[in-house]
C-alpha cells in the first residue's frame, strides 16, 4: 500500500514538472517534447518484437508444462471380478474387449475422474490433444500389428514388453499369451487403463478365456464376462501405468533395476509431429541395445499431420535409431508396420 502511495506522488510530480516546462518553451519545444512522450507512451504499449517473442515462448512453455499429465502405476485389483463388473465384452480376432458404446454409457464420476468419456461423446471426437488421446478405441493399425505379429512369428517368451500406447491393450495380450515373462501397459489416460485396458487383460487371462497363440482358431467367448478365476499367475508379469511419455519414462527409469525392454508394440502414435521428441525421447530410454520396437501407423494423417515419412525423417535426423519397414497394408487407407532398433544393436 506504501509504495503504490508514494508511486503515485511521484507521478503526479512529474506531470506537475511536465506541465511547467510547456508554459516555459516555445511552440516548436512543446511538439517536440509532446511527439516524445508520445513516443515514450508506444514503447510501453508495444514491446519489441523480441520481447514479444520471448513472451510468447514463455506462455507456450507454461502451457506444455500444464498440460504435462504425471505418471501413475495403477494396482491391480485383488477382487478381479469387480474388474468386470458391469463390462460387456466383444469379440475380435479371438480376444475380448469391453465394448465402448456401453462404456459410453455407464462410465461416470468416480470412474471417468479425467472427464474424458464425455468429452469425447460431447465433441464427437476421438482425439483432444493434451486431454484425450484415442485410447478408449481400438484404431485398424492394432489388428495390423497383430496380424504382423503372428506372420512373421516375433518371439515373446521369456522377453520384457511394453505396449506403449496401449488404448484396449491387445498387443500386450498377444505377448501375453506369447509367455512374455513381462508385459507393461502405457496409455495416456488413467481412466482407460482403468475401465478399457486392464478388464480386457483379465478377461483374456482367467483360465477359460485364454486363446493362446492360435488366436483365429479360439472360440469366441460370451458377452458377459465369465467369473474371474485363476489368473494371478499371468497378471503378476503385468504392470499398469498411464501419464505423458516422459513421465512414465522418467517413472521408469529411476526403478532399480532400472526398467529396460525387449520389445516395444506401439500402435497409431505417430499422428501428431509434436509428439515426435517425446515418443523417440521414451524409446531411447526405455530400449534394451538389442531391442526392438513395432511399430503401426498410417501413411499420412490427414487433419493432424503426421505420418511415416515426417517420423523416419525426424529419426533420421536424431541419428539414434536405424529403421526399416517391414510391412506395408494397401486395403483403404495405406498403412506401414515399421521396426526401430539402436544403429549399433546386433
Not at 153 to 158: D, Q, S
Not at 189 to 210: F, K, Q
Request: include cysteine; charged fraction near 25%; proline fraction near 3%.
Amino acid at each position: 500500500m506504501d509504495f503504490q502511495f508514494n508511486f503515485a506522488v511521484d507521478e503526479n510530480e512529474n506531470s506537475e514538472a511536465d506541465a511547467h516546462f510547456l508554459l516555459l518553451c516555445s511552440p516548436e519545444q512543446k511538439q517536440e517534447s509532446t511527439e516524445k512522450s508520445r513516443e515514450s507512451a508506444d514503447l510501453a504499449a508495444k514491446p519489441s518484437p523480441k520481447l514479444a517473442a520471448a513472451k510468447h515462448q514463455d506462455e507456450a512453455a507454461l502451457k506444455k508444462n500444464l498440460c504435462v499429465k504425471a505418471a501413475k502405476e495403477h494396482s491391480i485389483p485383488q477382487d478381479l471380478n469387480k474388474v468386470l463388473e458391469n463390462k460387456v465384452m466383444e469379440t475380435v480376432l479371438g480376444l475380448s474387449h469391453v465394448k465402448l458404446s456401453v462404456v459410453e454409457r455407464t462410465c461416470s464420476g468416480d470412474a471417468d475422474s479425467e472427464g474424458i468419456v464425455s468429452k469425447s461423446v460431447s465433441s464427437h471426437s476421438d482425439l483432444i490433444p493434451g486431454v484425450y488421446e484415442g485410447g478408449l478405441k481400438i484404431w485398424e493399425c492394432t489388428f495390423d500389428l497383430m496380424d504382423y505379429l503372428t506372420e512373421a512369428e516375433i518371439e515373446f517368451t521369456n522377453k520384457t514388453v511394453l505396449d506403449l500406447g496401449c488404448g484396449a491393450g491387445l498387443l500386450g495380450i498377444v505377448a501375453l499369451q506369447g509367455e512374455a515373462a513381462r508385459v507393461h501397459f502405457q496409455d495416456y489416460n488413467s481412466t482407460v487403463i482403468d475401465e478399457i485396458t486392464l478388464p480386457n487383460v483379465v478377461a483374456n487371462c482367467i483360465s477359460e478365456g485364454r486363446g493362446g497363440k492360435d488366436r483365429k482358431a479360439s472360440k469366441p467367448p460370451s458377452k458377459r464376462p465369465r467369473k474371474a478365476e485363476s489368473s494371478p499367475d499371468v497378471l503378476s508379469r503385468c504392470r499398469f501405468f498411464s501419464g505423458d511419455w516422459s513421465q512414465v519414462s522418467q517413472l521408469l527409469s529411476n526403478s532399480k533395476p532400472c526398467l529396460k525392454y525387449d520389445i516395444i508394440l506401439t500402435s497409431e502414435t505417430i499422428y501428431n509431429p509434436d509428439y515426435y521428441s517425446a515418443l523417440h525421447d521414451t524409446l531411447a530410454q526405455l530400449l534394451d541395445a538389442n531391442g526392438r520396437v513395432y511399430l503401426a501407423s498410417k501413411v499420412h494423417y490427414f487433419g493432424v499431420g503426421g505420418g511415416v515419412s515426417l517420423f523416419e525423417k525426424f529419426i533420421e535426423d536424431k541419428n539414434v535409431f536405424k529403421t526399416s519397414l517391414v510391412k506395408t497394408i494397401d486395403q483403404g487407407l495405406q498403412r506401414c508396420i515399421i521396426e526401430i532398433a539402436f544403429k549399433n544393436s546386433c
